[in-house]
């Protein structure tokens, strides 16, 4: 079945109260488009990185009492797992829609991967547009908007990357629910593709710092 698209009932699992009242809604409402997602863009993102890219939808098995406050299908050339790896995302908040690409903190190569960014980031810049948001934990929604960004503060979250254990990098758009749900399933897909297309120099980079 082709993706449909988002819609506010979507949005509003996140105001349900209860760990398994609230995974029960995400499991019938949300993971059925999330896995829709999962298995176009594998197949795009493969084609797109020259990686064999596999889908992994969040399935938030390790918690107990908190209920998730938000979800997401993730990309990565891992079959088994994409926390350690670079990679994609498309998900959702309550507030908002996001794609990412990320590289978080069980990411091995995060030091070698915010060094290729300090030496590279002067191209990169140029390649990656304004409205593009930032971000340094995954576990929030908080973004900043590169065009309120300067140059001290990329060199300042490059060099964290390389020396905090827990540091992280992420780089996509945030759209608002209220533009989400009014696309149709084709109109979010192509906006999804357009982004990862984007993104894809900070990919390529960190191919370089996987093999360096």
């Not at 390790?62 to 979800?71: A, E, F, I, Q, Y």
């Amino acid at each position: 079945m082709d993706f449909k698209g988002f819609t506010n009932e979507d949005f509003d699992v996140f105001k349900i109260d209860g760990l398994d009242e609230r995974m029960e809604a995400l499991i019938h409402t949300v993971r059925p488009k999330l896995e829709q997602l999962g298995e176009k863009f594998a197949s795009e993102l493969s084609g797109m990185t020259g990686d064999e890219m596999f889908a992994h939808v969040a399935k938030h098995a390790r918690r107990s009492v908190n209920p998730p406050k938000d979800t997401w299908v993730a990309f990565a050339s891992n079959k088994r797992g994409y926390k350690m790896l670079p990679h994609f995302q498309i998900g959702l908040w309550e507030t908002h829609a996001f794609a990412w690409f990320a590289v978080i903190y069980e990411s091995p190569v995060k030091d070698q991967y915010g060094a290729e960014l300090a030496k590279n980031w002067t191209r990169l810049r140029s390649q990656i547009p304004d409205h593009f948001v930032w971000s340094a934990d995954h576990t929030k929604p908080e973004v900043t908007v590169q065009k309120d960004m300067s140059q001290k503060d990329f060199q300042k979250m490059f060099e964290r990357l390389q020396n905090v254990k827990k540091a992280e990098l992420l780089c996509g758009i945030k759209m608002d629910r209220e533009d989400a749900v009014k696309m149709s399933g084709k109109e979010f897909t192509d906006k999804m593709e357009e982004t990862f297309k984007t993104l894809l120099p900070l990919y390529t980079i960190a191919q370089k710092a996987a093999v360096s």
